[in-house]
T-cell receptor, first 108, second 110 residues
Framework: AQRVTQPEKLLSVFKGAPVELKCNYS??????LFWYVQYSRQRLQLLLR??SRESIKGFTADLNKGETSFHLKKPFAQEEDSAMYYC??????????FGKGTMLLVSP | EAQVTQNPRYLITVTGKKLTVTCSQN?????MSWYRQDPGLGLRQIYY???????DKGDVPEGYKVSRKEKRNFPLILESPSPNQTSLYFC?????????FGPGTRLLVL
């Protein structure tokens, strides 16, 4: 069965510090992984997906199949990055499995 | 504007009183789903629908019903709500690998 693990419930950093939100997955097939973000009082929205290898709002994430990880990184955190971040695994067209989420707090 | 809408946005009810949360989309997406979001548990899928008249259980379907009579609407029905169904509910559509979420419905069952 597929599983997504985000080991940190809360990550607190100062503005300008590097950020890494961890995500590990368990899936026997070829995974498709995503990061979704939820800003305060807003709906979830797609941040980035591994297949596009893009950088959105300064965030990047690399799929490491050997370590079964898809960590989200940003070299210099900004206060507006404070939000809830969810890693998600697409294990078939019908199912998107989410991790439990990590709250990122960026302090001035 | 492409969007997913939910109504109501906030609802307080009592145990056992049937309620329906509506979800509507204008993107002509075939796939729709319902999630609940709870602190420490993240998002868990309740039901999903691959197309009209096709629905299937997600991870936590107990206590919920859905219907998909037309493509744009996917209502979530709680026949007899209980306090453990107090949660934040999100409807979502999907096109290819991207999901589009509604604004959420916060439900409190007393």
């Amino acid at each position: 069965a597929q599983r997504v693990t985000q080991p940190e419930k809360l990550l607190s950093v100062f503005k300008g510090a590097p950020v890494e939100l961890k995500c590990n997955y368990s899936y026997s097939g070829s995974p498709e992984l995503f990061w979704y973000v939820q800003y305060s009082r807003q709906r979830l929205q797609l941040l980035l997906r591994h297949i596009s290898r893009e950088s959105i709002k300064g965030f990047t994430a690399d799929l490491n199949k050997g370590e079964t990880s898809f960590h989200l990184k940003k070299p210099f955190a900004q206060e507006e990055d404070s939000a809830m971040y969810y890693c998600a695994l697409n294990s078939g067209y019908s199912t998107l499995t989410f991790g439990k989420g990590t709250m990122l707090l960026v302090s001035p | 504007e492409a969007q997913v809408t939910q109504n109501p946005r906030y609802l307080i009810t009592v145990t056992g009183k049937k309620l329906t949360v509506t979800c509507s989309q204008n993107m002509n997406h075939e796939y729709m789903s319902w999630y609940r979001q709870d602190p420490g548990l993240g998002l868990r899928q309740i039901y999903y629908s691959m197309n009209v008249e096709v629905t299937d259980k997600g991870d936590v379907p107990e206590g919920y019903k859905v219907s998909r009579k037309e493509k744009r609407n996917f209502p979530l029905i709680l026949e007899s709500p209980s306090p453990n169904q107090t949660s934040l509910y999100f409807c979502a559509t999907r096109e290819w690998e991207t999901q589009y979420f509604g604004p959420g419905t916060r439900l409190l069952v007393l």
